[in-house]
Protein backbone atom coordinates (compact mmCIF):
# COMPACT_ATOMS: atom_id res chain seq x y z
CA UNK A 1 0.00 0.00 0.00
CA UNK A 2 1.50 2.94 -1.09
CA UNK A 3 2.06 5.89 1.53
CA UNK A 4 -0.20 9.49 0.57
CA UNK A 5 1.93 12.42 0.48
CA UNK A 6 0.84 16.09 0.24
CA UNK A 7 2.90 18.44 -0.83
CA UNK A 8 3.29 22.25 0.33
CA UNK A 9 5.23 25.42 0.05
CA UNK A 10 5.46 25.71 3.66
CA UNK A 11 4.24 23.91 6.84
CA UNK A 12 4.43 25.79 10.39
CA UNK A 13 4.54 23.82 13.25
CA UNK A 14 2.12 25.35 15.84
CA UNK A 15 -1.17 27.18 15.93
CA UNK A 16 -0.43 29.70 18.68
CA UNK A 17 0.62 33.51 18.29
CA UNK A 18 3.42 32.44 16.77
CA UNK A 19 2.22 30.41 14.05
CA UNK A 20 -0.70 31.69 13.54
CA UNK A 21 1.19 35.16 12.61
CA UNK A 22 3.38 33.66 10.16
CA UNK A 23 0.53 32.26 8.08
CA UNK A 24 -1.62 35.66 8.11
CA UNK A 25 2.18 37.13 6.69
CA UNK A 26 2.14 34.49 4.48
CA UNK A 27 -1.69 34.92 2.98
CA UNK A 28 -0.60 38.74 2.44
CA UNK A 29 2.28 38.01 0.83
CA UNK A 30 0.09 35.91 -1.57
CA UNK A 31 1.53 32.52 -0.60
CA UNK A 32 -1.48 29.88 -0.03
CA UNK A 33 -0.05 26.87 -0.70
CA UNK A 34 0.78 26.09 3.68
CA UNK A 35 -0.68 24.25 6.38
CA UNK A 36 -0.25 25.07 9.79
CA UNK A 37 -0.28 21.69 12.07
CA UNK A 38 -1.21 22.26 15.90
CA UNK A 39 -1.28 18.55 18.47
CA UNK A 40 -3.55 20.10 20.22
CA UNK A 41 -7.79 20.08 19.77
CA UNK A 42 -7.64 23.80 18.48
CA UNK A 43 -5.76 27.08 17.94
CA UNK A 44 -3.97 29.13 20.70
CA UNK A 45 -1.26 27.69 21.78
CA UNK A 46 0.05 28.18 25.03
CA UNK A 47 -3.15 29.90 25.60
CA UNK A 48 -5.34 27.50 24.71
CA UNK A 49 -3.86 25.56 27.08
CA UNK A 50 -3.35 27.56 30.16
CA UNK A 51 -7.01 27.60 31.20
CA UNK A 52 -6.25 27.66 35.07
CA UNK A 53 -8.70 30.62 36.85
CA UNK A 54 -7.15 33.88 36.78
CA UNK A 55 -4.91 33.46 33.46
CA UNK A 56 -3.72 36.41 31.81
CA UNK A 57 -0.96 38.28 30.41
CA UNK A 58 1.74 40.03 32.17
CA UNK A 59 2.54 42.46 29.48
CA UNK A 60 0.34 45.43 28.29
CA UNK A 61 -2.22 44.58 25.71
CA UNK A 62 -1.65 47.69 23.50
CA UNK A 63 1.93 45.76 22.91
CA UNK A 64 0.35 42.13 22.66
CA UNK A 65 -0.99 42.21 19.39
CA UNK A 66 0.41 42.25 16.36
CA UNK A 67 1.06 45.61 14.59
CA UNK A 68 -1.01 44.56 11.57
CA UNK A 69 -3.60 43.13 13.46
CA UNK A 70 -3.99 45.29 16.82
CA UNK A 71 -6.21 44.48 19.54
CA UNK A 72 -8.16 47.89 19.71
CA UNK A 73 -11.34 46.88 21.85
CA UNK A 74 -9.55 44.48 24.69
CA UNK A 75 -11.06 45.62 27.72
CA UNK A 76 -8.25 46.01 29.75
CA UNK A 77 -4.83 46.72 29.84
CA UNK A 78 -3.75 43.63 31.04
CA UNK A 79 -5.72 40.83 28.77
CA UNK A 80 -6.87 37.65 30.76
CA UNK A 81 -6.74 34.54 28.74
CA UNK A 82 -10.28 34.68 27.15
CA UNK A 83 -10.09 37.52 25.57
CA UNK A 84 -6.39 36.62 24.02
CA UNK A 85 -8.15 33.45 22.79
CA UNK A 86 -11.26 35.89 21.02
CA UNK A 87 -8.01 37.91 19.84
CA UNK A 88 -6.49 34.46 18.36
CA UNK A 89 -9.62 33.41 16.33
CA UNK A 90 -10.95 36.73 14.91
CA UNK A 91 -6.92 36.96 13.65
CA UNK A 92 -7.45 33.35 12.30
CA UNK A 93 -10.87 34.77 10.65
CA UNK A 94 -9.53 37.98 9.39
CA UNK A 95 -6.44 36.20 6.92
CA UNK A 96 -9.01 32.88 6.05
CA UNK A 97 -6.85 30.50 8.17
CA UNK A 98 -9.28 28.05 8.90
CA UNK A 99 -8.02 25.87 5.46
CA UNK A 100 -4.90 26.09 6.77
CA UNK A 101 -5.42 24.69 10.40
CA UNK A 102 -5.04 20.97 11.09
CA UNK A 103 -5.43 19.87 14.70
CA UNK A 104 -5.09 17.47 16.47
CA UNK A 105 -2.19 16.51 13.95
CA UNK A 106 1.27 15.73 15.64
CA UNK A 107 4.40 16.18 13.37
CA UNK A 108 5.93 13.39 14.54
CA UNK A 109 9.40 13.42 12.29
CA UNK A 110 11.02 16.06 10.14
CA UNK A 111 13.65 14.76 7.88
CA UNK A 112 15.82 16.94 5.10
CA UNK A 113 15.68 15.36 1.38
CA UNK A 114 18.51 16.44 -0.08
CA UNK A 115 18.20 15.31 -3.58
CA UNK A 116 14.85 16.65 -3.71
CA UNK A 117 15.44 20.00 -1.35
CA UNK A 118 12.61 19.57 0.81
CA UNK A 119 11.02 18.75 3.99
CA UNK A 120 9.25 14.84 4.62
CA UNK A 121 7.81 15.08 7.56
CA UNK A 122 5.60 12.39 9.45
CA UNK A 123 1.96 13.56 10.69
CA UNK A 124 0.11 11.45 13.12
CA UNK A 125 -3.39 10.96 11.35
CA UNK A 126 -2.56 12.42 8.21
CA UNK A 127 0.48 10.37 6.46
CA UNK A 128 3.18 12.00 4.95
CA UNK A 129 3.48 15.61 4.03
CA UNK A 130 6.51 17.17 2.35
CA UNK A 131 7.80 21.19 2.67
CA UNK A 132 9.97 23.63 0.71
CA UNK A 133 9.96 25.30 3.58
CA UNK A 134 9.59 23.99 7.78
CA UNK A 135 8.88 26.70 10.09
CA UNK A 136 8.47 25.33 13.75
CA UNK A 137 7.02 28.02 16.11
CA UNK A 138 6.75 25.60 18.98
CA UNK A 139 6.89 27.90 21.56
CA UNK A 140 9.36 28.08 24.91
CA UNK A 141 6.58 27.32 27.12
CA UNK A 142 4.85 24.07 26.04
CA UNK A 143 5.91 20.98 27.73
CA UNK A 144 4.58 21.11 31.17
CA UNK A 145 7.26 19.79 33.96
CA UNK A 146 6.31 17.93 37.19
CA UNK A 147 9.56 17.22 39.47
CA UNK A 148 9.85 13.56 40.14
CA UNK A 149 9.22 14.03 44.04
CA UNK A 150 9.23 10.30 45.53
CA UNK A 151 5.68 9.03 46.39
CA UNK A 152 4.29 11.04 43.63
CA UNK A 153 2.44 7.83 42.63
CA UNK A 154 0.88 7.34 45.94
CA UNK A 155 -1.32 10.58 46.56
CA UNK A 156 -4.86 9.35 46.88
CA UNK A 157 -6.12 13.15 46.17
CA UNK A 158 -6.45 14.64 43.02
CA UNK A 159 -3.70 16.17 40.89
CA UNK A 160 -3.00 18.19 38.34
CA UNK A 161 -0.22 20.80 36.27
CA UNK A 162 -1.75 24.44 36.07
CA UNK A 163 -1.58 24.23 32.28
CA UNK A 164 -3.48 20.94 32.55
CA UNK A 165 -5.90 22.57 34.85
CA UNK A 166 -8.64 19.72 35.62
CA UNK A 167 -12.50 21.49 35.51
CA UNK A 168 -13.90 18.95 36.45
CA UNK A 169 -12.46 18.68 40.32
CA UNK A 170 -14.65 21.15 42.28
CA UNK A 171 -11.96 22.92 44.43
CA UNK A 172 -15.04 24.41 46.96
CA UNK A 173 -13.85 24.07 50.59
CA UNK A 174 -11.14 21.46 50.10
CA UNK A 175 -7.80 21.65 51.36
CA UNK A 176 -5.46 22.44 48.68
CA UNK A 177 -1.49 22.53 48.29
CA UNK A 178 0.00 24.45 45.55
CA UNK A 179 3.39 23.46 44.54
CA UNK A 180 5.12 26.80 43.01
CA UNK A 181 4.76 30.38 43.46
CA UNK A 182 6.19 31.50 40.38
CA UNK A 183 4.20 33.36 37.24
CA UNK A 184 1.34 31.40 36.82
CA UNK A 185 0.81 30.67 40.53
CA UNK A 186 0.40 34.09 41.38
CA UNK A 187 -2.43 34.32 38.79
CA UNK A 188 -4.30 31.23 40.19
CA UNK A 189 -3.93 31.41 43.97
CA UNK A 190 -5.87 34.31 44.15
CA UNK A 191 -8.12 32.69 42.74
CA UNK A 192 -8.01 29.11 44.34
CA UNK A 193 -8.11 31.09 47.62
CA UNK A 194 -11.68 32.06 47.04
CA UNK A 195 -12.83 29.16 46.93
CA UNK A 196 -11.01 26.74 49.06
CA UNK A 197 -11.00 25.56 52.46
CA UNK A 198 -7.53 26.00 53.30
CA UNK A 199 -4.59 26.79 50.39
CA UNK A 200 -0.96 26.09 51.38
CA UNK A 201 1.74 27.94 48.72
CA UNK A 202 4.80 26.16 48.62
CA UNK A 203 7.56 28.43 47.68
CA UNK A 204 10.60 27.60 46.74
CA UNK A 205 12.48 30.51 45.71
CA UNK A 206 10.37 34.03 46.73
CA UNK A 207 10.09 36.38 43.41
CA UNK A 208 10.80 39.70 42.22
CA UNK A 209 6.91 41.26 41.84
CA UNK A 210 5.99 44.48 40.56
CA UNK A 211 2.95 46.00 40.97
CA UNK A 212 0.68 45.71 38.36
CA UNK A 213 -2.09 48.63 38.39
CA UNK A 214 -4.73 47.44 36.28
CA UNK A 215 -6.50 49.81 33.57
CA UNK A 216 -9.86 49.11 32.20
CA UNK A 217 -10.69 50.80 29.55
CA UNK A 218 -14.10 53.20 29.33
CA UNK A 219 -16.28 52.28 26.47
CA UNK A 220 -15.54 55.83 25.03
CA UNK A 221 -12.10 54.84 24.89
CA UNK A 222 -12.52 52.04 22.95
CA UNK A 223 -14.82 53.64 20.60
CA UNK A 224 -11.62 56.05 20.77
CA UNK A 225 -8.98 53.68 19.62
CA UNK A 226 -11.42 52.05 17.17
CA UNK A 227 -12.76 55.11 15.44
CA UNK A 228 -9.08 56.31 15.88
CA UNK A 229 -6.75 53.53 15.43
CA UNK A 230 -3.72 56.38 15.62
CA UNK A 231 -4.62 56.82 19.13
CA UNK A 232 -4.14 53.07 19.85
CA UNK A 233 -0.83 52.79 17.50
CA UNK A 234 0.49 56.27 20.01
CA UNK A 235 -0.87 54.41 23.65
CA UNK A 236 1.33 51.53 21.92
CA UNK A 237 4.68 53.32 21.03
CA UNK A 238 4.24 54.80 24.07
CA UNK A 239 4.20 51.44 25.56
CA UNK A 240 7.11 50.20 23.86
CA UNK A 241 9.37 53.30 25.03
CA UNK A 242 8.68 52.52 27.99
CA UNK A 243 9.19 48.74 28.36
CA UNK A 244 12.56 48.87 26.22
CA UNK A 245 13.84 51.63 29.02
CA UNK A 246 12.86 49.00 31.06
CA UNK A 247 15.65 46.47 30.15
CA UNK A 248 18.18 48.72 31.90
CA UNK A 249 16.78 47.04 35.24
CA UNK A 250 18.32 43.64 33.48
CA UNK A 251 21.89 44.76 33.19
CA UNK A 252 23.92 44.19 36.19
CA UNK A 253 24.84 46.64 38.72
CA UNK A 254 22.81 49.34 37.38
CA UNK A 255 21.48 52.38 38.60
CA UNK A 256 18.11 51.24 37.14
CA UNK A 257 18.42 47.78 38.27
CA UNK A 258 18.95 49.03 41.78
CA UNK A 259 15.91 51.56 40.70
CA UNK A 260 13.57 47.78 39.95
CA UNK A 261 14.50 46.49 43.22
CA UNK A 262 13.36 49.49 44.95
CA UNK A 263 10.61 49.73 43.18
CA UNK A 264 9.67 46.07 44.26
CA UNK A 265 10.64 46.36 47.83
CA UNK A 266 8.17 49.02 48.39
CA UNK A 267 5.94 47.29 46.53
CA UNK A 268 5.90 44.17 48.76
CA UNK A 269 6.10 46.41 52.19
CA UNK A 270 3.25 48.26 51.11
CA UNK A 271 0.97 45.22 50.54
CA UNK A 272 2.89 43.02 53.42
CA UNK A 273 2.64 44.48 56.76
CA UNK A 274 4.26 41.61 58.64
CA UNK A 275 7.69 41.43 59.06
CA UNK A 276 8.05 37.49 59.26
CA UNK A 277 6.10 36.96 55.92
CA UNK A 278 7.99 39.87 54.29
CA UNK A 279 11.54 38.59 54.95
CA UNK A 280 10.15 34.92 53.60
CA UNK A 281 8.66 36.98 50.26
CA UNK A 282 12.06 38.77 49.78
CA UNK A 283 14.50 37.07 47.38
CA UNK A 284 17.75 36.44 47.38
CA UNK A 285 19.16 36.47 44.64
CA UNK A 286 19.68 39.63 41.89
CA UNK A 287 16.71 41.65 40.85
CA UNK A 288 16.60 40.12 37.07
CA UNK A 289 17.77 36.85 37.43
CA UNK A 290 14.50 35.30 37.38
CA UNK A 291 10.92 36.33 35.54
CA UNK A 292 10.29 39.54 37.23
CA UNK A 293 6.15 39.17 38.18
CA UNK A 294 3.39 41.87 38.01
CA UNK A 295 0.61 41.27 40.59
CA UNK A 296 -1.13 43.52 43.01
CA UNK A 297 -3.56 40.50 44.81
CA UNK A 298 -1.01 37.68 45.36
CA UNK A 299 0.62 39.30 48.39
CA UNK A 300 -3.36 40.61 49.75
CA UNK A 301 -3.91 36.64 48.82
CA UNK A 302 -1.20 35.32 51.44
CA UNK A 303 -2.14 36.75 54.00
CA UNK A 304 -5.81 35.44 53.91
CA UNK A 305 -6.97 33.15 57.15
CA UNK A 306 -7.07 30.52 54.98
CA UNK A 307 -3.83 30.91 53.05
CA UNK A 308 -0.17 29.99 54.46
CA UNK A 309 3.08 30.27 52.89
CA UNK A 310 5.20 27.02 53.44
CA UNK A 311 8.97 27.74 52.99
CA UNK A 312 10.23 24.14 54.36
CA UNK A 313 11.77 21.97 51.11
CA UNK A 314 9.50 18.80 49.90
CA UNK A 315 10.89 15.39 51.46
CA UNK A 316 8.19 13.48 49.33
CA UNK A 317 4.61 13.15 48.39
CA UNK A 318 2.09 10.45 50.87
CA UNK A 319 -1.33 9.27 50.04
CA UNK A 320 -2.92 12.02 52.34
CA UNK A 321 -0.62 15.24 51.15
CA UNK A 322 3.21 16.10 51.20
CA UNK A 323 5.57 15.43 53.86
CA UNK A 324 8.37 18.34 54.53
CA UNK A 325 11.61 17.91 55.51
CA UNK A 326 11.09 18.91 59.28
CA UNK A 327 8.59 15.90 59.40
CA UNK A 328 5.65 17.49 59.43
CA UNK A 329 2.75 15.88 57.34
CA UNK A 330 0.63 18.47 55.11
CA UNK A 331 -2.57 17.06 53.92
CA UNK A 332 -4.14 17.98 51.40
CA UNK A 333 -7.51 17.04 48.92
CA UNK A 334 -5.80 18.34 45.54
CA UNK A 335 -1.98 19.42 44.45
CA UNK A 336 -1.75 21.95 42.04
CA UNK A 337 1.78 21.73 40.73
CA UNK A 338 2.80 25.60 39.23
CA UNK A 339 5.90 23.64 38.78
CA UNK A 340 6.56 25.61 35.61
CA UNK A 341 7.97 23.88 31.84
CA UNK A 342 10.88 22.07 30.37
CA UNK A 343 11.95 25.40 28.46
CA UNK A 344 14.92 24.05 27.04
CA UNK A 345 12.87 21.01 24.76
CA UNK A 346 12.35 23.36 22.31
CA UNK A 347 11.50 20.75 19.76
CA UNK A 348 9.91 18.50 21.82
CA UNK A 349 9.32 14.93 21.02
CA UNK A 350 9.57 15.74 17.79
CA UNK A 351 12.93 14.35 15.85
CA UNK A 352 14.38 16.81 13.19
CA UNK A 353 17.07 15.09 11.52
CA UNK A 354 18.95 17.56 9.06
CA UNK A 355 21.10 17.51 5.78
CA UNK A 356 24.00 15.02 6.84
CA UNK A 357 21.59 12.87 9.22
CA UNK A 358 22.31 14.99 12.42
CA UNK A 359 19.09 14.57 15.06
CA UNK A 360 18.57 17.93 16.16
CA UNK A 361 18.07 17.00 19.68
CA UNK A 362 21.25 15.85 19.55
CA UNK A 363 22.73 18.74 18.32
CA UNK A 364 21.51 20.87 20.91
CA UNK A 365 22.73 18.43 23.91
CA UNK A 366 25.08 20.93 25.42
CA UNK A 367 21.96 23.81 24.36
CA UNK A 368 20.28 25.34 22.00
CA UNK A 369 21.40 27.74 20.03
CA UNK A 370 20.40 29.18 16.46
CA UNK A 371 21.39 32.56 14.30
CA UNK A 372 19.09 34.82 15.44
CA UNK A 373 17.42 32.57 17.28
CA UNK A 374 16.00 31.26 13.59
CA UNK A 375 18.67 29.21 12.21
CA UNK A 376 20.66 26.35 12.52
CA UNK A 377 23.43 25.21 9.99
CA UNK A 378 23.19 21.56 8.52
CA UNK A 379 19.52 22.27 8.38
CA UNK A 380 18.06 23.87 5.22
CA UNK A 381 15.18 25.35 4.62
CA UNK A 382 14.28 25.79 8.35
CA UNK A 383 13.15 28.48 10.32
CA UNK A 384 11.88 28.93 13.91
CA UNK A 385 10.01 31.42 15.49
CA UNK A 386 10.43 31.90 19.20
CA UNK A 387 13.63 29.96 18.98
CA UNK A 388 16.95 29.75 21.52
CA UNK A 389 17.53 33.68 22.84
CA UNK A 390 14.28 35.12 21.52
CA UNK A 391 12.80 35.20 24.93
CA UNK A 392 11.79 38.75 26.97
CA UNK A 393 11.96 39.67 30.63
CA UNK A 394 10.85 43.62 29.69
CA UNK A 395 8.83 44.35 26.42
CA UNK A 396 6.47 42.09 24.30
CA UNK A 397 7.23 38.95 22.53
CA UNK A 398 4.88 39.73 20.02
CA UNK A 399 7.07 41.93 18.55
CA UNK A 400 9.88 39.77 18.34
CA UNK A 401 7.44 37.29 16.84
CA UNK A 402 6.38 39.98 13.87
CA UNK A 403 10.13 41.00 13.15
CA UNK A 404 11.43 37.06 13.18
CA UNK A 405 8.07 36.24 10.67
CA UNK A 406 9.45 39.37 8.38
CA UNK A 407 12.64 38.46 7.98
CA UNK A 408 11.58 34.65 7.01
CA UNK A 409 9.02 36.05 4.99
CA UNK A 410 12.16 38.26 3.07
CA UNK A 411 14.23 34.73 2.37
CA UNK A 412 11.15 32.75 1.59
CA UNK A 413 9.57 34.95 -1.40
CA UNK A 414 12.40 34.40 -3.21
CA UNK A 415 13.14 30.61 -2.10
CA UNK A 416 9.99 29.47 -3.04
CA UNK A 417 10.59 31.23 -6.91
CA UNK A 418 12.69 28.17 -8.05
CA UNK A 419 11.64 24.31 -7.04
CA UNK A 420 15.59 22.88 -6.05
CA UNK A 421 16.39 26.18 -4.20
CA UNK A 422 18.10 25.93 -0.62
CA UNK A 423 19.47 27.94 1.83
CA UNK A 424 21.27 27.58 5.02
CA UNK A 425 22.80 29.41 7.30
CA UNK A 426 26.66 28.91 7.48
CA UNK A 427 28.23 27.52 10.97
CA UNK A 428 30.97 30.03 10.95
CA UNK A 429 27.97 32.60 11.32
CA UNK A 430 25.85 30.95 13.75
CA UNK A 431 29.15 30.41 16.20
CA UNK A 432 30.27 33.92 15.73
CA UNK A 433 26.98 35.41 16.63
CA UNK A 434 26.29 32.92 19.51
CA UNK A 435 29.90 33.89 20.72
CA UNK A 436 28.92 37.66 20.84
CA UNK A 437 25.27 37.19 22.43
CA UNK A 438 27.22 34.85 25.25
CA UNK A 439 29.52 37.74 25.59
CA UNK A 440 26.83 40.58 26.51
CA UNK A 441 25.05 37.88 28.50
CA UNK A 442 28.44 38.27 30.90
CA UNK A 443 26.71 42.00 31.66
CA UNK A 444 23.61 40.60 32.08
CA UNK A 445 20.93 39.53 35.43
CA UNK A 446 19.86 36.69 33.30
CA UNK A 447 23.41 35.16 33.84
CA UNK A 448 23.74 35.99 37.51
CA UNK A 449 23.97 33.26 40.22
CA UNK A 450 20.01 31.74 40.65
CA UNK A 451 18.45 28.96 38.90
CA UNK A 452 16.30 29.76 36.25
CA UNK A 453 14.00 28.45 33.33
CA UNK A 454 16.69 30.92 31.44
CA UNK A 455 19.44 29.25 31.61
CA UNK A 456 20.63 25.50 30.77
CA UNK A 457 22.32 22.98 34.21
CA UNK A 458 25.82 24.09 32.81
CA UNK A 459 24.66 27.65 33.46
CA UNK A 460 24.21 28.74 29.69
CA UNK A 461 21.57 31.33 29.22
CA UNK A 462 19.35 29.16 26.35
CA UNK A 463 16.64 31.24 26.42
CA UNK A 464 16.78 34.93 26.58
CA UNK A 465 17.82 37.47 24.06
CA UNK A 466 20.32 39.79 25.43
CA UNK A 467 19.37 42.97 24.35
CA UNK A 468 16.31 44.96 23.53
CA UNK A 469 13.78 44.90 21.00
CA UNK A 470 15.05 47.48 18.98
CA UNK A 471 18.68 45.85 19.48
CA UNK A 472 17.37 42.76 17.57
CA UNK A 473 15.62 44.49 14.80
CA UNK A 474 18.98 46.13 13.86
CA UNK A 475 20.09 42.80 13.36
CA UNK A 476 16.88 40.65 12.22
CA UNK A 477 15.08 43.69 10.38
CA UNK A 478 17.08 42.94 6.75
CA UNK A 479 18.86 39.86 6.16
CA UNK A 480 22.32 39.46 4.64
CA UNK A 481 22.49 36.58 1.96
CA UNK A 482 26.30 36.31 2.54
CA UNK A 483 25.24 34.44 5.94
CA UNK A 484 23.95 31.79 4.49
CA UNK A 485 25.13 28.75 1.52
CA UNK A 486 22.49 29.61 -1.20
CA UNK A 487 21.91 26.51 -4.02
CA UNK A 488 19.52 25.89 -6.57
CA UNK A 489 18.84 29.52 -7.39
CA UNK A 490 20.16 32.99 -7.39
CA UNK A 491 19.11 34.83 -5.02
CA UNK A 492 19.81 38.37 -4.60
CA UNK A 493 23.38 40.02 -3.35
CA UNK A 494 21.61 41.95 -0.90
CA UNK A 495 18.49 43.08 0.44
CA UNK A 496 15.76 44.08 -2.04
CA UNK A 497 14.24 46.88 -1.10
CA UNK A 498 10.62 46.73 -0.15
CA UNK A 499 10.43 42.97 0.19
Not at 465 to 494: C, F, I, K
Request: proline letters at 4%.
Amino acid sequence: MSIQTTDHDVVILGAGFGGLGMGAQLKEAGIENFAIFDKGPGLGGVWRENSYPGAACDTEAHLYCYSFFPHLRVSRMYADRNELMGYLERLATRYTLGPHLNFNTEVTSAVWDGANALWRLQVNGSGEHTARVFIPAWGQLNTPFVPAFPGLADFQGAAFHSARWDHTVDLTGKKIISIGSAASAVQYVPEVAKVAGSLEVFQRSANWIMPRNQVIFSKEQLDSFEENPDTFEQSRRNLHDFRENGFERTRRATDAQRAGVAQAVAHLEAQVPDPELRRKLTPDYEFGCKRILRTDDYYPTLMGENVELVTQGIDAIVPEGIRTRDGQIHKADVIIFGTGFSSQAFQGDLQVIGASGEDLKERWADGAEAHLGMSVDGFPNMFMIYGPNTNLNHNSIITMLEIQQAYILKILVHLLTAPQASVEVRGRVLTSYNASLQNEMEGSAFSADCSSWYKNAAGKVINNWSGTVEEYRSLAGHWNPGDYMLSGAVLPVQETAGV
